[in-house]
């Protein structure tokens, strides 16, 4: 579920859409909240280049629902609380507790092009831009 709390399904940008799907600890902890923000800052050039950023961690629909709105987030951020995506993806970090700090491009067609296992927060944005650019 969203931030909204309402059903989420990545089928729905199939063929329409590149996604970038981003894993990410916990909410309002000081690098997920750069990463996020550096995301909404750089949205609209995601958006202008055919992409959708859709942010995923352990945390609650009403945790999401917060940072959401604290840092007026334009895209949408999934609560995976059953760990079920985060297993899908390899993505559970020691002990199954938070989530790796992991970014997936997933091009229109539904495959993955590019895996992003190590994160440097402050420039993440932009090395997203430049790997949508190589899709485009």
């Known amino acids: 579920m969203d931030e909204r709390g309402l059903p989420f399904s990545l089928r729905d940008y199939l063929g ?3 996604v970038v799907l981003y894993f990410y600890p916990k909410d309002f ?3 997920c909240t750069k990463e996020a923000c550096s995301f909404r800052d750089d949205y609209k050039e ?3 280049k ?3 950023v859709i942010g995923v961690s352990i945390d609650s ?3 999401h629902a917060k940072f959401s709105k604290k840092h007026d987030l334009p895209f949408a951020l999934l609560s995976d609380n059953r760990k079920e995506v985060a297993k899908k993806y390899d993505v559970l970090g020691i002990g199954g ?5 992991v970014t997936f491009i997933i091009d229109k067609q ?3 092009a590019a895996v992003f296992p190590k994160v440097d927060v402050k420039k993440h944005s932009q090395e997203v831009l ?3 650019d190589r899709l485009n």
């Open 97 to 101: 507790v938070l989530t790796k700090r």
């Open 130 to 132: 430049n790997a949508i």
């Open 110 to 112: 539904g495959n993955i």
């Open 46 to 48: 995601i958006e202008e």
């Open 16 to 18: 329409k859409k590149i």
């Open 50 to 52: 055919g992409a959708v």
């Open 29 to 31: 902890t000081p690098g």
């Open 61 to 63: 629909v009403e945790s």
